[in-house]
């Protein structure tokens, strides 16, 4: 997937980030020492073959002039910050953290170079996998999530935009939301059959069911299949901690309609597999800001596929449906 956000950077300058980083190490004198890893959708990646025979993993975030949304703002601080925190938890499985750089006078963009996992890409490999070994790798990463929301903050919202926080999760929810749609208006946004008004109206109608709500946890919130490492039957690590924001839990992944209907595994090994009608409510409203993001994320990255999307629209639909039809 091709995105306008990425910055990209040549050996020579790589080589000048690692000789910063790592205290006067070179590269590795070998052609392949700088190799771009392609899977993700927002920053430049590389694996780099260090001299001393290491192999790290070295994370760009885009150039200062590149248009980004609202929530995306000092987002590589914020999962610096992160996985520095979770990693406070050993049953939180996060890639150490060698070097963080913001001075922006080596590369004109905040980056940092960080352990490389073991294992494969759990997105890529799921479908080569036994049944059973997918059971448990989807327990376990349950279980992980779980770990990440025991963490829990001072205020609702995002770390990285103090414009998108707030004292209570509702408040929080609606700016974030208000910020989504704003950031398509700006690009002239077309969300399909709905317009603006009526997606601001659904929300509106339902978002009391987020009162409940009084305690902010970290929310990863991108803990996708393809953003785990696996290894043996077992989870060796989770990448791309640059969404979390601090809000409910069911905002996670684990919790949207894209694993199937009804109880999946990752709920059994978060260990909630059954909602109220308010956490149901509260579920509709999540997959429909996920929705809204993805689909304004194109506007602002210019994907060279429809594939986003397309899955965008798959979420938006059921979920406008529920939100129009159920009771508030």
Not at 79 to 95: D, L
Not at 209 to 215: F, K, R
Request: aromatic share 12%; proline share 4%.
């Amino acid at each position: 997937m091709e995105s306008r956000t990425k910055n990209r950077k040549t050996r020579e300058q790589v080589a000048q980030m690692v000789e910063r980083a790592f205290g006067g190490l070179t590269l590795a004198a070998v052609d392949d020492a700088v190799s771009e890893l392609k899977e993700g959708w927002f920053n430049a990646a590389y694996n780099v073959c260090l001299s001393d025979g290491r192999e790290v993993i070295l994370k760009i975030a885009p150039p200062p002039d590149a248009e980004v949304m609202t929530y995306e703002q000092n987002i590589m601080s914020t999962e610096v910050a992160a996985m520095r925190q979770a990693a406070q938890n050993p049953a939180i499985p996060v890639p150490q953290i060698y070097f963080f750089d913001n001075a922006r006078d080596l590369c004109d963009s905040d980056y940092f170079f960080m352990e490389k996992l073991s294992g494969e890409n759990y997105g890529i490999i799921r479908d080569t996998l036994p049944p059973e070994t997918q059971a448990q790798l989807d327990h376990e990463i349950g279980a992980i999530v779980r770990a990440i929301n025991e963490f829990t903050g001072t205020y609702f919202g995002y770390p990285g935009n103090s414009d998108l926080r707030a004292d209570t999760w509702k408040e929080a929810f609606l700016i974030i939301c208000d910020s989504v749609l704003e950031d398509g208006r700006r690009k002239n946004a077309v969300y399909w059959q709905y317009n603006v008004s009526e997606i601001r109206d659904v929300i509106g109608k339902h978002v009391h069911a987020l009162e409940a709500v009084t305690i902010p946890q970290m929310v990863h919130w991108d803990a996708w299949d393809l953003n785990f490492f696996v290894k043996e039957g077992h989870v060796t690590g989770l990448l791309d901690f640059e969404r979390v924001l601090w809000g409910d839990p069911l905002h996670e992944a684990q919790f949207r309609p894209l694993f199937g209907e009804g109880v999946n595994g990752y709920m059994r090994g978060y260990g909630k597999t059954s909602f109220t009608y308010e956490e149901e409510q509260r579920n509709h409203l999540y997959t429909l800001h996920l929705a809204l993001v993805a689909k304004t994320e194109g506007y602002y990255r210019h994907y060279d596929t429809d594939e986003v999307a397309n899955w965008a629209y798959k979420l938006m639909v059921p979920a406008m449906q529920w939100l129009n039809e159920n009771e508030a």
